[in-house]
Protein backbone atom coordinates (compact mmCIF):
# COMPACT_ATOMS: atom_id res chain seq x y z
CA UNK A 1 0.00 0.00 0.00
CA UNK A 2 2.78 2.68 0.85
CA UNK A 3 5.44 1.66 -1.49
CA UNK A 4 4.44 4.35 -4.01
CA UNK A 5 5.16 6.87 -0.79
CA UNK A 6 8.33 5.27 0.06
CA UNK A 7 10.10 4.95 -3.48
CA UNK A 8 8.69 9.11 -3.80
CA UNK A 9 6.55 7.17 -7.10
CA UNK A 10 4.26 9.61 -6.69
CA UNK A 11 3.64 13.67 -5.93
CA UNK A 12 3.04 14.72 -2.48
CA UNK A 13 4.25 18.46 -2.57
CA UNK A 14 5.44 19.82 0.53
CA UNK A 15 3.84 16.27 2.45
CA UNK A 16 6.97 14.44 4.06
CA UNK A 17 5.66 10.79 5.40
CA UNK A 18 8.26 8.95 7.89
CA UNK A 19 7.72 5.48 7.57
CA UNK A 20 6.91 3.35 10.52
CA UNK A 21 6.83 -0.56 10.57
CA UNK A 22 5.86 -2.02 13.43
CA UNK A 23 3.15 -5.21 14.23
CA UNK A 24 -0.55 -4.05 14.13
CA UNK A 25 -0.96 -4.72 18.01
CA UNK A 26 1.69 -1.96 18.83
CA UNK A 27 0.26 0.20 16.05
CA UNK A 28 -2.81 -0.56 18.01
CA UNK A 29 -1.03 0.46 21.05
CA UNK A 30 0.82 3.49 20.28
CA UNK A 31 -2.48 4.97 18.70
CA UNK A 32 -4.11 5.35 22.33
CA UNK A 33 -1.82 8.38 23.21
CA UNK A 34 -1.63 9.61 19.06
CA UNK A 35 1.40 9.09 18.74
CA UNK A 36 1.08 9.33 14.85
CA UNK A 37 -0.37 11.44 12.68
CA UNK A 38 -1.73 8.69 10.27
CA UNK A 39 -1.81 4.95 10.97
CA UNK A 40 -2.94 1.65 10.77
CA UNK A 41 -5.16 0.09 13.16
CA UNK A 42 -7.41 -2.92 13.78
CA UNK A 43 -11.13 -2.00 13.01
CA UNK A 44 -11.75 -3.20 16.97
CA UNK A 45 -9.35 -0.41 18.11
CA UNK A 46 -10.63 1.69 16.42
CA UNK A 47 -13.92 1.39 18.62
CA UNK A 48 -11.74 2.94 21.57
CA UNK A 49 -9.82 5.72 19.55
CA UNK A 50 -12.47 7.44 17.36
CA UNK A 51 -11.78 10.75 19.17
CA UNK A 52 -8.66 11.08 18.44
CA UNK A 53 -9.09 9.51 14.83
CA UNK A 54 -11.37 9.51 12.19
CA UNK A 55 -11.17 6.43 9.88
CA UNK A 56 -10.14 6.73 6.18
CA UNK A 57 -12.19 5.30 3.64
CA UNK A 58 -9.00 3.97 2.00
CA UNK A 59 -6.70 1.73 3.43
CA UNK A 60 -8.66 -1.06 4.33
CA UNK A 61 -7.82 -4.47 4.94
CA UNK A 62 -11.25 -6.64 4.89
CA UNK A 63 -11.65 -11.13 4.32
CA UNK A 64 -13.93 -11.78 1.94
CA UNK A 65 -14.70 -15.53 3.42
CA UNK A 66 -11.30 -15.67 4.51
CA UNK A 67 -10.30 -13.65 7.78
CA UNK A 68 -8.37 -14.99 11.18
CA UNK A 69 -8.17 -18.89 11.88
CA UNK A 70 -8.01 -20.95 14.99
CA UNK A 71 -5.16 -23.80 14.03
CA UNK A 72 -4.33 -26.75 15.66
CA UNK A 73 -2.10 -29.45 15.94
CA UNK A 74 -5.20 -32.17 16.64
CA UNK A 75 -8.71 -32.05 14.38
CA UNK A 76 -10.44 -30.42 16.94
CA UNK A 77 -14.31 -30.43 16.25
CA UNK A 78 -15.92 -26.96 16.76
CA UNK A 79 -17.58 -27.93 19.91
CA UNK A 80 -14.21 -29.06 21.53
CA UNK A 81 -12.01 -26.01 20.42
CA UNK A 82 -13.82 -23.48 22.94
CA UNK A 83 -12.56 -25.84 25.49
CA UNK A 84 -8.81 -25.13 24.39
CA UNK A 85 -6.88 -22.17 25.24
CA UNK A 86 -6.10 -19.92 22.09
CA UNK A 87 -2.91 -18.03 21.45
CA UNK A 88 -3.84 -14.39 20.50
CA UNK A 89 -2.12 -11.77 18.55
CA UNK A 90 -3.68 -8.93 20.78
CA UNK A 91 -6.59 -8.20 22.84
CA UNK A 92 -7.02 -4.92 20.70
CA UNK A 93 -7.11 -6.58 17.18
CA UNK A 94 -9.76 -7.68 15.07
CA UNK A 95 -8.92 -11.11 15.26
CA UNK A 96 -9.63 -11.08 18.69
CA UNK A 97 -12.72 -9.61 18.48
CA UNK A 98 -14.02 -11.81 16.10
CA UNK A 99 -13.06 -14.95 17.98
CA UNK A 100 -14.87 -13.81 21.27
CA UNK A 101 -18.09 -13.38 19.30
CA UNK A 102 -17.77 -16.82 17.47
CA UNK A 103 -17.08 -18.22 21.28
CA UNK A 104 -17.44 -16.15 24.46
CA UNK A 105 -16.15 -18.02 26.90
CA UNK A 106 -13.09 -19.25 25.00
CA UNK A 107 -10.03 -18.66 27.03
CA UNK A 108 -6.99 -16.68 25.16
CA UNK A 109 -3.24 -16.23 25.86
CA UNK A 110 -1.77 -13.03 24.09
CA UNK A 111 1.37 -13.54 21.95
CA UNK A 112 2.94 -11.81 19.42
CA UNK A 113 1.73 -12.54 16.39
CA UNK A 114 4.37 -14.09 14.51
CA UNK A 115 4.94 -16.65 17.27
CA UNK A 116 1.79 -18.16 17.44
CA UNK A 117 2.52 -20.78 14.67
CA UNK A 118 5.47 -22.08 15.98
CA UNK A 119 3.95 -22.49 19.75
CA UNK A 120 1.38 -23.99 18.12
CA UNK A 121 3.59 -26.69 16.04
CA UNK A 122 5.91 -27.28 18.81
CA UNK A 123 2.71 -28.23 21.49
CA UNK A 124 3.42 -24.89 23.81
CA UNK A 125 -0.22 -23.95 23.43
CA UNK A 126 -3.19 -26.24 22.23
CA UNK A 127 -4.28 -23.63 19.74
CA UNK A 128 -3.89 -20.35 17.92
CA UNK A 129 -5.42 -17.66 15.95
CA UNK A 130 -3.25 -16.84 12.72
CA UNK A 131 -3.22 -13.22 11.12
CA UNK A 132 -0.68 -12.34 8.53
CA UNK A 133 1.22 -15.15 6.23
CA UNK A 134 0.33 -17.84 8.50
CA UNK A 135 -2.61 -18.52 6.63
CA UNK A 136 -1.60 -19.19 4.20
CA UNK A 137 1.76 -21.70 5.62
CA UNK A 138 -0.25 -23.24 8.55
CA UNK A 139 -0.55 -26.55 6.50
CA UNK A 140 3.71 -26.58 6.13
CA UNK A 141 3.76 -27.30 9.74
CA UNK A 142 1.06 -30.02 9.79
CA UNK A 143 -1.66 -27.87 11.23
CA UNK A 144 -5.71 -28.06 11.02
CA UNK A 145 -7.61 -25.35 10.38
CA UNK A 146 -10.40 -25.22 12.59
CA UNK A 147 -12.19 -22.80 11.59
CA UNK A 148 -12.08 -19.08 9.19
CA UNK A 149 -13.51 -16.69 11.54
CA UNK A 150 -13.78 -14.76 7.83
CA UNK A 151 -15.96 -17.69 6.70
CA UNK A 152 -17.70 -17.41 9.97
CA UNK A 153 -18.38 -14.09 9.75
CA UNK A 154 -19.73 -13.99 6.17
CA UNK A 155 -22.30 -16.83 7.37
CA UNK A 156 -23.63 -14.96 10.01
CA UNK A 157 -23.94 -11.64 8.26
CA UNK A 158 -25.35 -12.86 4.91
CA UNK A 159 -21.78 -12.79 3.06
CA UNK A 160 -20.41 -9.48 4.28
CA UNK A 161 -16.68 -9.07 4.12
CA UNK A 162 -15.28 -9.19 7.78
CA UNK A 163 -13.46 -6.00 8.83
CA UNK A 164 -9.72 -6.50 9.84
CA UNK A 165 -7.56 -3.29 9.56
CA UNK A 166 -7.99 0.25 8.58
CA UNK A 167 -6.20 3.35 8.22
CA UNK A 168 -6.81 6.18 10.12
CA UNK A 169 -5.83 10.13 10.59
CA UNK A 170 -5.71 12.30 13.59
CA UNK A 171 -8.47 14.74 14.36
CA UNK A 172 -6.35 17.56 15.03
CA UNK A 173 -4.97 17.91 11.86
CA UNK A 174 -5.71 20.58 9.69
CA UNK A 175 -8.66 19.80 7.65
CA UNK A 176 -7.08 21.07 4.49
CA UNK A 177 -3.76 19.05 5.42
CA UNK A 178 -5.76 15.98 6.08
CA UNK A 179 -7.61 16.00 3.33
CA UNK A 180 -4.46 16.25 1.48
CA UNK A 181 -2.80 13.27 3.27
CA UNK A 182 -5.62 11.17 2.23
CA UNK A 183 -5.24 11.91 -0.88
CA UNK A 184 -1.69 10.75 -1.10
CA UNK A 185 -1.93 7.74 0.48
CA UNK A 186 -5.37 6.65 -1.72
CA UNK A 187 -2.75 7.33 -4.68
CA UNK A 188 -0.34 4.68 -3.34
CA UNK A 189 -2.65 2.11 -2.95
CA UNK A 190 -3.89 2.93 -6.61
CA UNK A 191 -0.51 2.68 -8.09
CA UNK A 192 0.68 -0.38 -6.29
CA UNK A 193 -2.39 -1.68 -7.61
CA UNK A 194 -1.16 -0.54 -10.96
CA UNK A 195 2.45 -1.89 -10.76
CA UNK A 196 1.63 -4.88 -9.09
CA UNK A 197 4.77 -6.61 -9.57
CA UNK A 198 6.90 -3.30 -8.89
CA UNK A 199 4.93 -3.02 -5.42
CA UNK A 200 5.51 -6.87 -4.62
CA UNK A 201 8.99 -6.76 -5.32
CA UNK A 202 9.29 -4.00 -2.77
CA UNK A 203 6.76 -6.16 -0.29
CA UNK A 204 8.47 -9.07 -0.37
CA UNK A 205 11.41 -7.15 1.17
CA UNK A 206 9.44 -7.43 4.56
CA UNK A 207 7.83 -11.03 3.94
CA UNK A 208 7.25 -13.51 6.79
CA UNK A 209 7.93 -17.22 5.50
CA UNK A 210 7.06 -16.07 2.22
CA UNK A 211 10.42 -14.74 0.35
CA UNK A 212 10.83 -17.82 -1.35
CA UNK A 213 7.16 -18.30 -2.56
CA UNK A 214 6.57 -15.49 -5.03
CA UNK A 215 3.10 -17.26 -5.76
CA UNK A 216 1.81 -17.55 -2.35
CA UNK A 217 2.90 -14.15 -1.41
CA UNK A 218 1.46 -12.65 -4.26
CA UNK A 219 -1.82 -14.30 -2.92
CA UNK A 220 -1.57 -13.08 0.23
CA UNK A 221 -1.40 -9.69 -1.04
CA UNK A 222 -4.28 -10.06 -2.94
CA UNK A 223 -6.28 -11.22 -0.16
CA UNK A 224 -5.84 -7.66 1.31
CA UNK A 225 -4.69 -5.10 -0.66
CA UNK A 226 -7.46 -4.68 -3.77
CA UNK A 227 -10.29 -2.79 -4.82
CA UNK A 228 -11.63 -2.79 -1.68
CA UNK A 229 -8.49 -1.01 -0.19
CA UNK A 230 -9.75 1.96 -2.58
CA UNK A 231 -12.77 2.45 -0.78
CA UNK A 232 -14.83 0.30 1.71
CA UNK A 233 -17.59 0.12 -0.80
CA UNK A 234 -21.21 0.33 1.14
CA UNK A 235 -21.59 -3.12 2.37
CA UNK A 236 -17.52 -2.55 3.70
CA UNK A 237 -18.98 0.28 5.52
CA UNK A 238 -21.77 -1.71 7.26
CA UNK A 239 -19.77 -4.68 8.00
CA UNK A 240 -17.61 -1.85 9.74
CA UNK A 241 -20.82 -1.00 11.70
CA UNK A 242 -22.49 -4.16 12.11
CA UNK A 243 -18.67 -5.25 13.62
CA UNK A 244 -18.46 -3.14 16.71
CA UNK A 245 -22.10 -2.92 16.99
CA UNK A 246 -21.97 -6.54 17.99
CA UNK A 247 -18.99 -6.37 20.18
CA UNK A 248 -20.84 -3.60 21.95
CA UNK A 249 -24.01 -5.87 22.44
CA UNK A 250 -21.92 -8.76 23.00
CA UNK A 251 -20.36 -6.87 26.17
CA UNK A 252 -16.53 -7.03 24.61
CA UNK A 253 -16.48 -3.07 23.73
CA UNK A 254 -17.21 -0.61 26.31
CA UNK A 255 -19.35 2.20 24.50
CA UNK A 256 -21.60 1.61 21.03
CA UNK A 257 -19.03 3.57 18.64
CA UNK A 258 -21.21 5.94 15.91
CA UNK A 259 -18.82 4.38 12.64
CA UNK A 260 -18.32 8.17 10.53
CA UNK A 261 -15.88 7.97 7.72
CA UNK A 262 -13.05 10.85 6.81
CA UNK A 263 -14.02 11.91 3.23
Request: some cysteine.
Given at each position: ????????????????????LEDIQTL????????????????????YLSETYA?????????????????????????????????????????????????????????????????????????????????????????????????????????????????????????????????????????????????????????????????????????????????????????????????????????????????
Amino acid sequence: MHFALARHKIETGDIEFRHVLEDIQTLNLRAETGDYEVTAISIHAYAYLSETYALLPHGASMGEKYGPMIVAREAYSLDTITEQTVAVPGLQTSAYLALKLFAPDIQTVVMPFDEIQPAVARGDVAAGLLIHEGQLTYGDDGLHNIIDLGVWWADETGGLPLPLGGNVIRRDLDPDLARRVSVCLRESIAYALDHREEALDYALEYARGLESTRDRADTFVGMYVNERTLDYGEDGRRSVQLFLDRGFEAGLIPNRVDVKFAE
